[in-house]
């Protein structure tokens, strides 16, 4: 089963606006990251989040973390078209487990 | 600069035959992954390597092998291809546990 799940599964925005994308698990975790994954490439590392972290930025990505309720989200701010890509989470297990779980993705489009 | 390729990059074979599917890093990272990526199953890890003799069996190991001989290499052999074996495959690489993942452009591969 799937530690991590992404919600929605499809976002579709106009270029300027901000896209909010979820990440909901079910166990205690370590670490949860983002990834992008442009069409018909590998996946690309965004942001690194700990356990005792609950905001971090990098650019115009912003992601947070509620381990209260397991769940964290990204987001785009002033999005561009060249943000169109699938975006996935994937979570590291806390307990002794070194591999990680993706989720399914959330694929955005931004409209030019 | 340090890289992760895939080779080949696309690949066409047919039920019952043997395939290797190669993967080279030059980031010197100890830890390696491979996964495939289906639609509608996010990315499932196969197997994974924490040096150099060590393998480990991951989500969906069955019809999969993998041997790790130097840091460099992580070939992924499909003893015999089954058309359930059409998928797109990744490979990653990471320096720590739990950590970045880096990932290869990824080979995609049909079994007729």
């Known amino acids: 089963s799937q530690q991590g799940e992404e919600d929605p599964q499809a976002l579709s925005i106009q270029e300027g606006e901000n896209a909010t994308m979820n990440c909901s698990y079910k166990?205690?975790?370590?670490?949860l990251q983002w990834y992008r994954q442009n069409s018909g490439r590998g996946l690309v590392h965004l942001i690194l989040?700990?356990?005792?972290?609950r905001e971090k930025h990098s650019g115009r990505l912003r992601v947070t973390l509620d381990t209260s309720k397991k769940s964290s989200s990204l987001l785009i701010t002033a999005s561009r078209a060249a943000d169109t890509a699938s975006y996935f989470c994937?979570?590291?297990?806390?307990?002794?487990?070194?591999?990680?779980?993706f989720g399914r993705g959330t694929s955005l489009i931004v409209h030019p | 600069d340090a890289e992760i390729t895939q080779s080949p990059r696309h690949k066409i074979t047919e039920t019952g035959r043997q395939v290797t599917l190669a993967c080279h890093q030059t980031?010197?990272?100890?830890?390696m992954f491979w996964y495939r990526q289906d639609l509608g199953h996010g990315l499932r890890l196969i197997h994974y390597?924490?040096?150099?003799?060590?393998?480990n069996k991951g989500e969906v190991s069955d019809g999969y092998s993998v041997s790790r001989s130097n840091t460099e290499d992580l070939p992924l052999t499909l003893e015999s291809a089954a058309s359930s074996q059409t998928s797109v495959y990744f490979c990653?690489?990471?320096?720590?546990?739990?950590?970045?993942?880096?990932f290869g452009p990824g080979t995609r591969l049909l079994v007729l």
């Open positions: 990653a690489s990471s320096v720590g546990l739990q950590e970045t993942q880096y």
């Open positions: 166990t205690s975790i370590n670490n």
């Open positions: 989040i700990r356990s005792n972290e």
């Open positions: 994937a979570t590291f297990a806390s307990g002794g487990s070194y591999i990680p779980t």
């Open positions: 980031w010197n990272h100890n830890n």
């Open positions: 390597s924490y040096g150099v003799h060590d393998t």
